[in-house]
């Protein structure tokens, strides 16, 4: 019954390889995000959407494409793996941007080899 | 310009005893929420607690509790009676636009 589910929950890849992350929310929320958590534990904001719409883009390479199908999944695709992106990477959500806490997923620890 | 700033990487309590985390963040809104997430070794993002900024009286979930000091815009987390099981990373955030923003964490290590 988790809130927050993406998966995998572990990737581990080569470089120049095509890899897709899951998220799905079963909270009924409007706004879905991705962070990355480097080998420091800093969380950075990689994407925003609010029903199914990009709010946020940071600047993140191209290769890393999100996807929202509907509300409750936004994926992210990245293409051409570096050995850069080796990072964790979180799915959260909020019932509405600005002013309500992020549930999180718990994670997917990305390793480009 | 970095939202939120946590000022100590690391901090070390014993255990039973009381530990307090610091945070200052930046902002021009007058109505906006903070928040203290934990995360442990199994990076599990976890809230602890939440502050609501028109609320002058500060926020309290059993062992864990905050000074919110609005003029001076810090947010402090206060743990009580610390347990082994409160050894983690601890996040202060500020929603900030479209999305959370985040200090760059303390690692708190609680000894036997």
């Known amino acids: 019954d988790t809130a927050v589910s993406q998966t995998p929950k572990y990737l581990v890849t080569q470089m120049g390889n095509d890899k897709s992350i899951k998220c799905e929310q079963n909270?009924?929320?409007?706004?879905m995000y991705w962070y990355k958590q480097d080998s420091k534990k800093f969380l950075k904001i990689m994407f925003s959407?609010?029903?199914?719409?990009?709010?946020i883009n940071e600047t993140v390479p191209n290769r890393f494409s999100p996807k929202s199908p509907d509300k409750a999944h936004l994926n992210l695709h990245i293409n051409s793996l570096e050995l850069g992106d080796s990072a964790v990477y979180f799915c959260a959500s909020s019932l509405q941007t600005g002013n309500t806490e992020a549930f999180f997923g718990q994670g997917t620890r990305l390793t480009v080899v | 310009a970095q939202t939120v700033t946590q000022s100590q990487p690391e901090m070390s309590v014993q255990e039973a005893e009381t530990v307090t985390l610091s945070c200052t963040y930046d902002t021009s809104e007058s109505d906006y929420y903070l928040f203290w997430y934990k995360q442990p070794p199994s990076r599990q993002m976890i809230l602890v607690i939440r502050q609501e900024a028109y609320k002058q009286q500060n926020a309290t979930e059993n062992r864990f509790s905050v000074n919110f000091q609005k003029a001076a815009k810090s947010f402090s987390l206060k743990i009580s009676d610390s347990q082994l099981g409160d050894a983690a990373m601890y996040f202060c955030a500020y929603p900030h636009n479209n999305d959370m923003r985040f200090g760059a964490g303390t690692r708190l290590t609680v000894k036997p």
């Open positions: 909270l009924g929320h409007d706004t």
């Open positions: 959407y609010n029903n199914k719409e990009l709010i």
